[in-house]
């Protein structure tokens, strides 16, 4: 096993990291910007190194100093977390040629999957049902007009690069097209530096359901379950929970062999995700594949009782999974709340500022947060506004809720303004314990009614 690694991260990921790398005896390094010089991953970590300024792209983006680091330290690997260069395959093939092993997949793996695109054309190729779209890239909007015609409205204008939400437009009719085209590709073209544009259909009043895979070097994969993240603003998860309400038995099987074939067919290493669209009949279509771990993996941690970044590691070592498909049981239900630290009465506009006072939610069963808040940090401008995850498990899904409203009614944060009455609002929500919601109900239902309420 590794001796020490990198993590070229920061805030609760980076800790997460450090955290599973203790237990496992090996040795650690965390990177910091000038911002985070007193954060809790640096702190906790066996050696901490500053790797630039406040600014991601001359610190967390910084490939040389990155790498820098690493070399310096003899650090043997690297973890790259989420967001940042978790899905650069740039990143993962500098660090091959430094000898560095790449705790992710391999290069030509993030770079086939990372383009939205060019992934869709492989899973048609591998028999996975995808959204109907364009066969290629968009290249004028008179392309666009053509496809979009032939499709039906509403579309959706996506980024080949893309991610985030970034580079996304519904396209509701014809003459808002044009518009829509040129301002997706040009944030396109500023957030990847690449402005490929394509188009799909847009599956009303769907689900996104995600599929967690772990894949290692001998050819085994499997999956752990699915995750439901239809609860989104703006294409940014809110609340995830597994298992779905929406999904029977009979579905949730075909989903997990549909995600292991997807998997299979690229030769996937490492953790992954397959993220999918259900339309109400009960059909799924491939939307993308995260060629890295997400934001909510502890929901599938807390659901199987596997501890994904441990296997993260143990598969970047060259090692064979111990795991079998027959081995993953999912019992109870969990749910994740992201708290942020926005001000969602303001258009959710960021908070960042110093935590004066903090309470975490602790005790009892089936209770996880995850964070690198204390008090006294600083949130800084920055980065992303997510400062915790709250995550609950119960025996069934009213004992997660219930949970999860404990939790939330504990915690207290003072000195920065935060989502958490905005997600205690949505759990008590009479659709939402229902379970009755899709892609658009938070942005188009609950948001609207909750903006009104509060005005």
Known sequence: MFKKILIANRGEIAVRIIRACREMGIKTVAVYSQADQDALHMQLADEAICIGPAKATDSYLNMQSILSAAVVTKAQAIHPGFGFLSENATFATMCEELNITFIGPSPKTIDQMGNKAHARELMIEAGVPVIPGSESYITDTQEAKTVADQLGYPVMLKAAAGGGGKGMRKVFHADELAAAFNSAKNEAKAA????????????????????????????????????????????????????????????????????????????????????????????????????????????????????????????????????????????????????????????????????????????????????????????????????????????????????????????????????????????????????????????????????????
């Open 192 to 455: 990847f530096g690449n402005d490929e544009m394509y188009l799909e259909k847009i599956i009303e009043h769907a689900r996104h359901i995600e599929v967690q895979i772990l894949g290692d070097s001998y050819g085994n994969v499997i999956h752990l379950g699915e995750r439901d993240c239809s609860l989104q603003r703006n294409n940014q998860k809110v609340l995830e929970e597994s298992p779905s309400v929406a999904i029977d038995e009979e579905t949730r099987k075909k989903l997990g062999a549909t995600a292991v074939r997807a998997a299979k067919y690229v030769q996937y290493q490492n953790a992954g995700t397959i993220e999918f669209l259900l339309d109400p009949e009960g059909h799924f279509y491939f939307m993308e594949m995260n060629t890295r771990i997400q934001v909510e993996h502890p929901v599938t941690e807390m659901a199987t009782e596997i501890d994904i970044v441990k296997e993260q590691l143990l598969i970047a070592n060259n090692e064979m999974m111990t795991l079998r498909q027959k081995d993953v049981q999912l019992t109870g239900h969990t749910i994740e709340c992201r708290i942020n630290a926005e001000n969602p009465a303001f258009h959710f506009a960021p908070s960042p500022g110093k935590i004066d006072y903090l309470l975490m939610p602790s005790g009892g069963l089936g209770l996880r947060v995850d964070s690198a808040m204390f008090a006294g940090s600083e949130i800084p401008p920055y980065y992303d506004a997510m400062i915790a995850k709250v995550i609950t498990k119960g025996a069934d899904r009213q004992e997660a809720i219930a949970k999860m409203k404990r939790a939330l009614g504990e915690l207290v944060i003072e000195g920065i303004i935060t989502n958490q009455a905005f997600q205690e609002d949505l759990l008590n929500d009479e659709c939402f314990i229902k379970g009755e919601y899709d892609t658009s109900f938070l942005q188009d239902t609950f948001l609207k009614e909750w903006t009104a309420r509060i005005e």
